[in-house]
């Protein structure tokens, strides 16, 4: 098992940036997989980046291409997402989550790929 807890939601206005921390604990970080997946009001659950278990492999949803960076500290068992040119629609809780999936290039992007989650941060994005 692991416990993820995710830091450094807040307010900002459209244009600006905030990085959001997951910090894993209970189990080997470098055995999981990690990802981030938001939920805005009344909408599903959407997939916004993923990193494998090494940091070489990422990938994005298509909303948050170019804009946001997903990487990974083994080393501090900690995941980031780097938000950058925040967009009114980014507004959400953010969620952190973790597969084991050492030695693996797979990345799920759904969220039945993923079985630990954290309990998620507010990103309010002000126009």
Do not use: H
Not at 112 to 127: K, M, N
Request: charged letters at 15%; glycine letters at 12%; one cysteine or more.
């Amino acid at each position: 098992q692991v416990q993820l807890v995710e830091s450094g939601g807040g307010l900002v206005q459209a244009g600006g940036c905030l990085r959001l921390s997951c910090a894993a604990s209970g189990s080997t970080f470098v055995r999981f997989a990690m990802s981030w997946f938001r939920q805005a009001p009344g909408k599903e659950r959407e997939f916004v980046a993923a990193v494998n278990w090494s940091g070489g492999i990422t990938d994005y949803g298509d909303s948050v291409k170019g804009r946001f960076t997903i990487s990974r500290d083994n080393a501090k068992n900690t995941v980031y997402l780097q938000m950058n040119s925040l967009k009114p629609e980014d507004t959400a809780v953010y969620y952190c989550a973790a597969e084991p999936a050492m030695w693996s290039s797979s990345l799920p992007a759904t969220r039945e790929g993923y079985r630990y989650w954290g309990q998620g941060t507010q990103v309010t994005v002000s126009s």
